[in-house]
């Protein structure tokens, strides 16, 4: 193996290895947006179960303070 060739095989260990590296930052970065998407869902169903606790809420209310 001429230098030349060793030199070349020593860049593309490099840029393999940095490859690799990526590869694990794309993974923690799918990681945290699937627990964003979760933890959105859940504050999205409590802010739908607020919102309909609160209609009924003031319906009660209007019923009983004979509002029209």
Do not use: C, Y
């Given at each position: 193996?001429?230098?030349?060739?060793?030199?070349?095989?020593?860049?593309?260990?490099?840029?393999?290895?940095?490859?690799?590296?990526?590869?694990?930052?794309?993974?923690?970065i799918?990681?945290?947006?699937?627990?964003?998407?979760?933890?959105?869902?859940?504050?999205?169903?409590?802010?739908?179960?607020?919102?309909a606790?609160?209609?009924?809420?003031?319906?009660?209310?209007?019923?009983?303070?004979?509002?029209?």
């Open positions: 193996m001429t230098p030349e060739e060793r030199e070349r095989l020593t860049r593309v260990e490099e840029k393999l290895t940095l490859l690799d590296e990526v590869r694990a930052d794309v993974k923690i799918r990681s945290t947006l699937d627990e964003i998407r979760g933890g959105r869902k859940v504050v999205m169903m409590i802010a739908a179960a607020l919102g606790i609160a209609a009924g809420f003031a319906n009660w209310l209007q019923q009983h303070l004979k509002w029209h």
